[in-house]
């Protein structure tokens, strides 16, 4: 079954700097994607990642994939408080129709 | 247009009374889920409906948890005798249905608390 593993849990960041959230999966998982929530807020939709070396931007957020590795990115680039939020990956396996959710990790940049 | 809709947006109940949380899909959306998220628990996956297909119901935590979708649209999820472990929010997304990587569209949630 697939599991999901997603680090840091936390992050704390001064504006300006950059910095990456790792997600991690434990088998097979033939899309990778990538939610904002805002506190008391739902999912809100950032990239969908669909096949190996995948690369999609926007704005100072930049998702990758390594099917290979097992490995997505979310990269963040020149941090502005705006980007405040918890940030989750989902894989979902080709044959199955359920997401499974990373741990979230909580952005706070200050400035 | 439209998005996800739930109702209510917040629900308070006493433990072992049922409670009903109301989804309505963007329309014209075949596939239709529901998640938990809770701080024990994170973000899991509770049921979807696919069309006139039999759901996946894998992802209900017990028998007092069922759901039905009527007319394709709207769906009702029902928790009976609530615990207090039943505390969270229930997001309902939908999504076109057309391929199973079809992106999911999140509602706003209905935050559960059982007293």
């Known amino acids: 079954e697939l599991k999901v593993e997603q680090n840091p849990l936390f992050l704390s960041m001064q504006e300006g700097k950059n910095y990456t959230i790792y997600c991690n999966y434990s088998t097979t998982s033939d899309r990778l994607y990538w939610y904002r929530q805002d506190p008391g807020k739902s999912l809100e939709s950032l990239f969908v990642l669909l096949s190996n070396g995948a690369v999609k931007q926007e704005g100072r957020l930049m998702a990758s994939l390594d099917t290979k590795a097992r490995l997505s990115t979310l990269h963040i680039t020149a941090a502005v408080h705006d980007l405040s939020a918890t940030y989750f990956c989902a894989g979902q396996s080709y044959n199955t129709d359920k997401l499974i959710f990373g741990t979230g990790t909580r952005l706070q940049v200050f400035p | 247009g439209a998005g996800v809709s739930q109702s209510p947006s917040n629900k308070v109940t006493e433990k072992g009374k049922d409670v009903e949380l109301r989804c309505d899909p963007i329309?014209?959306?075949?596939?239709l889920y529901w998640y938990r998220q809770s701080l024990g628990q994170g973000l899991e996956f509770l049921i979807y409906f696919q069309g006139n297909s039999a759901p996946d119901k894998s992802g209900l935590p017990s028998d007092r948890f069922s759901a039905e979708r009527t007319g394709g649209s709207v769906s009702t999820l029902t928790i009976q005798r609530t615990q207090q472990e039943d505390s969270a929010v229930y997001l309902c997304?939908?999504?076109?249905?057309?391929?199973?990587?079809?992106?999911?569209?999140f509602g706003p949630g209905t935050r559960l608390t059982v007293l």
């Open positions: 329309s014209g959306h075949t596939a």
């Open positions: 997304a939908s999504s076109e249905g057309l391929f199973l990587w079809d992106e999911q569209f």
